[in-house]
């Protein structure tokens, strides 16, 4: 067993909102480097549950010391070489390889960070940080452009994990749960469908898509809600990241995510309003908007998601 190691914080809490008018934001079709969310990190996990499972890490190479959290690269390579990887799971938008030790190898995206499974060659690519070479000669890449993805081996996972919030599509996570998590809140929707602590694997992407299926302003308060909105919002959330998940997520116009295979993910030509600012609104016609709330730009329609302010 290697010696447990320090945590990092799973979830953060939302930023205030600022007070006062906002700011429509004027662009068109854009996309900034954005995290992999749950239906990215869904795919990378499938993949490599289909092809790593039984596999054994012969030779690890690192060749960005700062990839890996503590023990130091050298530990980390040392507890690693001759494991088998006997599970690969996620939780949130962590990918957890479960090894033959009762050890756990967490692997976190972040914004550009990429795992791709080829063959036993040096990686020819320049943003390669750690190398991975397997017992059937094949090789499994961690590559990171800008460098703040990380890799984290843990004796006990749930010292990262455990605060994190229920997983979305889980079976237990029914609109009646939605609602009773919803109750004692009452800041701003958007800013706390992105909190990982109240519910996991949601980032910009889907939470835009899930509200704009919902017909739900980003600023409505938590606590305003009636019950069939809720019921409206908890199947948004789940019908949004399902058939993300079955286009392979969504590879953005920085190609920074990509499924183990190589290939593109295929949902972004099904995103409503993401990226669309100035652009039709799919359900109505309306000139979808992009603002601000808690440093995250928004999209959304303002006819089909109208303001909290005409409600009242």
């Known amino acids: ?34 995290m992999p969310e749950l239906p990215e990190v869904e ?7 289909a092809s790593l499972m039984g596999c054994t890490i012969s030779e690890i190479e690192v060749l960005w010391a700062r990839s890996i959290l ?13 494991r088998s990887i ?69 004796d006990d996972p749930t010292e990262v994990l455990g605060e994190l919030g229920p997983e979305p599509l889980a079976d237990d996570f029914t609109a009646q749960r939605l609602a009773k998590i ?3 809140r009452r800041g701003r929707i958007k800013p706390l469908l992105l909190n990982q602590r109240f519910l996991v694997g949601l980032g910009n992407i889907y939470t835009d898509e899930a509200l704009w299926k919902a017909r739900l302003h980003p600023l409505r308060l938590a606590n305003t809600f009636t019950s069939a909105e809720i019921q409206r919002l908890h199947q948004a959330i789940q019908t949004t990241l399902r058939a993300a998940i079955a286009s392979g997520g ?3 116009s920085d190609a920074a995510y990509r499924r183990v295979d190589g290939q593109a993910g295929e949902f972004t030509d ?4 993401y990226g669309r600012a100035e652009q039709p609104c799919p359900r109505c016609g309306a000139t979808i908007e992009r603002i601000r709330v808690s440093q995250r730009s928004t999209h959304f329609c303002p006819h089909c998601q109208p303001s909290p302010e005409s409600q009242t």
């Open 86 to 154: 006997i599970n690969v799971k996620r939780r949130g938008k962590w990918i957890v390889i479960s090894l033959d030790d009762d050890t756990a190898l967490l692997i976190h995206l972040r914004m550009t960070g990429r795992l791709v499974l080829g063959p036993g060659e040096r990686p020819s690519d320049r943003h390669a940080r750690v190398m991975f070479s397997l017992d059937d000669g094949r090789s499994l890449h961690f590559c990171d452009q800008r460098k703040f993805g990380r890799l984290q081996l843990m």
């Open 182 to 184: 919803l109750a004692p």
């Open 1 to 34: 067993m290697v010696a447990r190691t320090k945590c990092t914080r799973a979830g953060t809490e939302p930023r205030p909102l600022r007070s006062g008018p906002r700011k429509v934001l004027k662009s068109r079709v854009y996309f900034y480097f954005v």
């Open 43 to 49: 795919t990378i996990v499938r993949g490599l549950h």
């Open 270 to 273: 099904q995103l409503a309003v």
């Open 70 to 82: 503590p023990p130091d690269p050298a530990a980390f390579a040392r507890a690693l070489t001759g």
């Open 250 to 252: 969504s590879t953005l």
